[in-house]
């Protein structure tokens, strides 16, 4: 008998550099794949899914096909992986063990990257895309948050050496090089979850917005200052100039315009602080530590929000306690050896 292949997969945490709270409204979002990821390494057999984690005591046992609800399971990353094994209709199962170092709760998107190197492993061979939509569903019916595509399509699709510049509305991609002669860094500050926080909320407000003006993403702040309900105005508000927030931010991302990177970042945290209500006192605190700091252009709060990490983005070597996170390569099966 011979030995069963053994598989390994690999998915990439992200950080979102600009662009938050905008993908679900069709908006601009700018993630970065990080060198800080998720790998899978397991044998294809039977018609279980069977895994260990590093980060996780026991094992988590699905039977395939998986046509219960996922967000019923117990522990909540066995909700994940059997929402994408029903998602795919994977018939086939896996025995394999997970390790991770991309902290859950941390805003790097360690669900979605978990989802992606599930997709991969249960055998997905379509697009990027695809895997992200996928995972995407998947995740709305393992924690039933409505989230949008971000995560899933950057993790997807990055390309090493570069940020993912998403068109929401046309999920299309533009991957901008990402200069060496920055650091990118990364604080982890407060454990979060979405699930039972505000982020429902400010989809249904950017809804509101939206059914008074249409799309956010072609709407004008003077059309958003008419909004008549005033909290689905300042959250409109935000969307709106966070997208040509984006758009500044990779124009001068290709012009090498740190300065300007840096203000955009300080801004982008303000629109979140001030119009969007996502942060925290303990974020607007370590932001604006950061943004005290000599050799730091700028820098604010990534993620989903009400905790999670803090993005700066400050010359080589001015920050010692922090991660400095490289571009890198998304969700992908290694080649043996690996
Ligand atoms: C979470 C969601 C994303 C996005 C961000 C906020 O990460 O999963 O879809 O909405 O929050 O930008």
Not at 68 to 87: H, R, T
Not at 226 to 241: C, F, G
Not at 305 to 324: K, Y
Request: aromatic share 4%; net charge negative; hydrophobic share 40%.
């Amino acid at each position: 008998m011979t030995n069963p292949t053994v598989l390994s997969v690999h998915a990439p945490g992200r950080v979102n550099l600009i662009g938050e709270h905008t993908d679900y409204t069709g908006g601009l979002a700018f993630p970065m794949a990080i060198d800080r990821g998720t790998t899978l390494t397991a044998t294809r057999h039977g018609s279980d899914l069977v895994l260990t984690s590093d980060d996780a005591p026991g094992r988590v046992e699905v039977t395939l096909p998986f046509e219960g609800d996922p967000s019923s399971l117990e522990p909540q990353w066995a909700s994940f992986i059997a929402a994408v094994a029903a998602e795919l209709g994977s018939t086939e199962g896996l025995e394999g063990h997970l390790r991770s170092d991309i902290p859950a709760g941390a805003g790097l998107s360690s669900s979605a990257a978990l989802m992606c190197v599930i997709g991969l492993a249960l055998g997905f061979e379509g697009s990027p895309l695809e895997l992200a939509q996928h995972a995407r569903r998947a995740e709305h019916a393992a924690t039933g948050v409505p989230t949008g595509i971000m995560d899933q399509y950057c993790i997807a699709a990055a390309v090493a050496g570069h940020a993912t510049l998403i068109d929401c509305a046309e999920l299309s991609i533009e991957q901008v090089p990402v200069p060496d002669e920055i650091d990118i860094a990364v604080r982890f500050i407060a454990h979060r979850t979405l699930r039972g926080s505000s982020y429902s909320d400010r989809v249904d407000e950017c809804a509101r917005a939206t059914s008074e003006v249409g799309p956010l993403r072609a709407a004008t702040l003077d059309l958003v200052n008419a909004i008549t309900d005033p909290i689905a105005r300042k959250r409109a508000r935000h969307v709106v100039s966070e997208n040509q927030r984006v758009r500044d931010f990779a124009d001068a991302l290709r012009r090498a315009d740190y300065p300007a990177l840096g203000r955009l970042l300080r801004a982008g945290h303000a629109s979140l602080r001030d119009d969007f209500d996502t942060s925290t006192p303990q974020m607007d605190a370590a932001v604006d530590e950061l943004n005290a700091t000599d050799g730091v252009f700028g820098a604010r709060m990534t993620g989903g929000g009400f905790g999670g990490c803090v993005v700066a983005i400050c010359e080589p070597g001015a920050l010692q306690d922090a991660w400095i996170v490289t571009p890198s390569a998304g969700a992908r099966v290694l080649p043996p050896g690996d």
